[in-house]
């Protein structure tokens, strides 16, 4: 009586421990937010002319986010959800470096005109 006992008290923990484990597995959500957010970001860092100016982090941003979408289309949504956020991050890098080059390449621009509107002056003023 007590061997059965025991066998049936070990069955029943048995059996809550799988239930908990496939609760636990089913626990965390599809990150759709978190793909449709990369997403967004890498169409952002590529209209910011990302390709030119940060080629190397758009590039990675769009593996990750490749990476994670298998991971979602094999229900492993912690895997997704981590690289969706790591694309993200990667996006948003390379959206801030495109347009700090693009910031940079327009001061250029505008020292090289102010430098020959300054030459242009000395020139017209000797005659």
């Given at each position: 009586?007590?061997?059965?006992?025991?066998?049936?008290?070990?069955?029943?923990?048995?059996?809550?421990?799988?239930?908990?484990?496939?609760?636990?597995?089913?626990?965390?959500?599809?990150?759709?937010?978190e793909?449709?957010?990369?997403?967004?970001?890498?169409?952002?860092?590529e209209?910011?002319?990302?390709?030119?100016?940060?080629?190397?982090?758009?590039?990675?941003?769009?593996t990750?986010?490749?990476?994670?979408?298998?991971a979602a289309?094999?229900?492993?949504?912690?895997?997704?959800?981590?690289?969706?956020?790591?694309?993200?991050?990667?996006?948003?890098?390379?959206?801030?470096?495109?347009?700090?080059?693009?910031a940079?390449?327009?001061?250029?621009?505008?020292?090289?005109?102010?430098?020959?509107m300054?030459?242009?002056?000395?020139?017209?003023?000797?005659y």
């Amino acid at each position: 009586m007590y061997t059965s006992f025991l066998r049936n008290l070990l069955l029943t923990f048995c059996f809550v421990s799988i239930i908990l484990l496939i609760s636990a597995c089913n626990s965390i959500p599809k990150p759709v937010g978190e793909l449709a957010s990369a997403k967004a970001q890498i169409e952002t860092a590529e209209t910011n002319d990302a390709n030119h100016f940060a080629p190397v982090e758009l590039d990675r941003a769009k593996t990750k986010l490749n990476e994670a979408e298998k991971a979602a289309d094999e229900k492993n949504y912690a895997t997704a959800k981590r690289l969706a956020d790591e694309s993200l991050s990667d996006g948003k890098l390379a959206t801030a470096k495109a347009s700090a080059a693009r910031a940079q390449k327009s001061a250029q621009d505008m020292r090289d005109t102010i430098q020959t509107m300054g030459q242009e002056l000395e020139r017209v003023q000797r005659y």
